[in-house]
């Protein structure tokens, strides 16, 4: 088999085999394929596409690449959740204890930020003393007393993808359908769940900017899942704005305390009901869509749910004092609002602008050698719909610098003030199955 026929099949709109798809990553992963036939590989995909079986094989390619976890000694049926990426996404901290108090375990294996806010490792080591690597047997005993337990990713997952990324990201093919399908469900596979439920990002703080795209990669990974034998669910949720309203690391983890303490941040608060209701569906623990929903906002109601983020700090060596009195959280030195300039409705937020913002900040990363501070951050005080005066806060900057003149520039380019009154964003488009 050569490599060269590989690339002239798909360039000519054929269909790549099992053997064939799995010479080239074999061979790519070990080093046996250079970097120009991979990219000639990567950009006739790009063009011709891939069939759903085709896509499957790919990304069950990618798995075998590299190690697997093995959740086997974890009781029950093991539900996981992925974001495709969002500005003020702390979903998993309210969705992870919720699906905890009905029984559901949840075994998260996450990553660390490379962008606008740091990722859930980031975020949770807000929590003094909070232990996110772990022995793989501590995270199962965690998950196995007490339902939930958050490490960071071990092993080897998937080393074809990260390969085969870095490539794509530099010859112009990574917005590919199939290849960004692949790329996202062989690390979840990888991971060891026995179901999915994906949560797929849609507008101008999201990977995919239109609810076209965003509907076809959750068609795509819906897909992938069915073929692979794991029952996978897509939430299509809206990313015109920021989730909630704060941004950054220790202020995302003090709001997700709030809404699992019962607090009402509609959107928030209703998004990590529908995903955890999805989840727990898939579990098979209620019969029902409309049961799930109701014992999960029952238990963020009684105090269940928060108890069970109480249970995961302590579990994790976290100083739950910090989840007890929220005040206790790393908090920046200044905080700086940035004002309307005039009267009006908020009709627009450029989310993106708005994680730009509070990466300058200090609230993200650059460059991966480049330190967190878990202390900055943005406090929205305005969203989309909201009547506004001039002179009134649109933002609250939490910020180590007395004057942050880059991230209060950013936040007055992500601000759209019209004379119109406007309806805020529909915040769940479909659901995919």
């Not at 007055?412 to 995919?432: D, R």
Request: avoid cysteine.
């Amino acid at each position: 088999m050569r490599m060269y026929d590989i690339i002239v099949k798909k360039r000519d709109g054929e269909v790549l085999n099992k053997e064939e798809i799995y010479f080239f990553i074999e061979g790519y992963t070990k080093g046996e394929i250079p970097d120009y036939q991979a990219s000639a590989l990567t950009m006739a995909i790009y063009f011709q596409g891939m069939t759903a079986e085709e896509t499957a094989t790919l990304t069950q390619a990618m798995v075998d690449s590299g190690e697997t976890i093995d959740l086997s000694g974890i009781e029950g049926h093991k539900v996981d959740k992925h974001s495709t990426g969002g500005v003020g996404d702390k979903v998993t901290f309210i969705v992870g204890p919720l699906v905890a108090s009905v029984g559901v375990p949840v075994a998260k294996m996450s990553g660390r930020g490379l962008g606008h806010t740091g990722g859930t490792l980031d975020k949770l080591e807000s929590i003094k003393g909070l232990e996110i690597e772990m022995s793989k047997e501590k995270f199962i005993q965690n998950v196995n007393e007490h339902k939930l337990a958050v490490a960071g990713q071990t092993g080897n997952l998937a080393p074809a993808d990260k390969k085969l990324y870095a490539l794509r990201d530099v010859t112009g093919t990574v917005d590919s359908m199939p290849l960004i399908a692949g790329s996202i469900m062989s690390k979840k596979l990888a991971s060891g769940a026995d179901s999915i439920v994906l949560d797929v990002k849609t507008g101008s703080g999201a990977f995919m900017k239109t609810l076209e795209d965003s509907e076809a990669l959750a068609k795509e990974m819906v897909s992938i899942g069915s073929n692979l034998g794991r029952n996978t669910v897509a939430v299509i949720s809206d990313m015109n704005q920021p989730l909630g309203f704060e941004v950054g690391n220790a202020n995302e983890i003090k709001e997700a305390a709030e809404i699992l303490q019962g607090k009402k941040v509609m959107d928030l608060r209703n998004l990590s009901l529908e995903i955890a209701s999805h989840m727990t569906l898939l579990a098979e623990v209620f019969d029902t869509y409309e049961e799930a929903y109701e014992a999960l906002e029952q238990n963020l109601e009684n105090g269940k749910a928060f108890q069970a983020l109480r249970t995961l700090v302590q579990a994790q060596g976290g100083d739950v004092n910090m989840i007890d009195n929220l005040d206790l959280l790393p908090q920046a030195k200044f905080d700086v609002e940035v004002k309307a300039e005039k009267d009006g409705y908020v009709s627009a937020i450029d989310a993106e602008s708005i994680g730009v913002a509070a990466m300058y900040l200090g609230a993200g990363r650059a460059t991966k050698e480049d330190q967190i501070n878990h202390g900055v951050g943005i406090t929205l005080k305005k969203k989309i719909g909201d009547k506004v005066r001039a002179s009134e806060p649109l933002v609250v900057l939490h910020s180590d610098e007395q004057s942050p003149d880059a991230s209060i520039q950013k936040v007055k380019e992500a601000y759209t003030i019209s004379e119109e009154e406007v309806l805020a964003p529909e915040l769940i488009h479909k659901v995919i199955k």
